[in-house]
């Protein structure tokens, strides 16, 4: 299979998991010290329109920034080595923490990259870490309907969807994945 590279301009589905199934985040610390570092390595390149961290896998649906230049993979790297470091020394661990180096999928329709913000958002009242995605502390759903300050793009993911109750629900209605099957990364 042909690698995917990062483009300026370009959206993408963006995942990794645990190696092993062991638990990538065992903690709210957990996560909110990944999506601090997130935003140091990520938002400066990319804008985020859709994510979700679960205890074993995470989910970013984002668009390169068109003014994002050089090594576009290594903000990448740096977010899953500075998370993995620090996840290893706080839980006196050694060793690869990912399961991947960076798995990735470009989103080449509109319908498609709708589809993929709901799947994301979505994704832990799918696997049933939630009754109703607004619960989750760790996905974009709260922060995509929020008027305050976010990491989400969720002016222009709004805009996507029209109106606010639009979005609101889109994000609710269950998404058919056979129509999204090739962007979908999991294994």
């Known amino acids: 299979m042909k ?5 300026p301009g370009k959206y993408y589905h963006i995942y990794n998991r ?3 199934g062991d638990p990538l985040f065992e903690d709210e610390e957990a996560c909110r010290f990944f999506l601090k570092l997130y935003q140091a390595h990520i938002c400066p390149i990319a804008e985020t329109y859709a994510y979700c961290l679960l205890s074993d896998h995470l989910h970013f649906l984002i ?6 230049a050089g090594s576009l993979y ?3 790297a740096l977010l899953f080595n500075s998370y993995s470091k620090g996840h290893n020394r706080h839980n006196e661990k050694d060793g690869k923490l990912f399961k991947f180096k960076l798995k990735r999928k470009e989103i080449r329709t509109t319908p498609g990259l709708l589809e993929m913000i709901r799947y994301v958002n979505q994704n832990p009242w799918r696997h049933g870490a939630i009754e109703h995605p607004a619960n989750y502390r760790f996905s974009s759903f709260r922060a995509t309907m929020t008027t305050g300050p976010t ?3 969720k002016e222009i993911v709004q805009s996507y969807f029209g109106t ?7 994000l609710l209605t269950l998404v058919d994945e056979s129509a999204i099957k090739p962007l979908l990364l999991e294994d």
């Open 18 to 20: 645990a190696k092993n």
């Open 74 to 76: 290594k903000p990448f």
């Open 151 to 153: 990491m989400v793009a």
């Open 63 to 68: 668009r390169i920034r068109e003014d994002a």
């Open 3 to 7: 690698t995917t590279l990062l483009e």
């Open 164 to 170: 606010r109750e639009n979005l609101t629900t889109n």
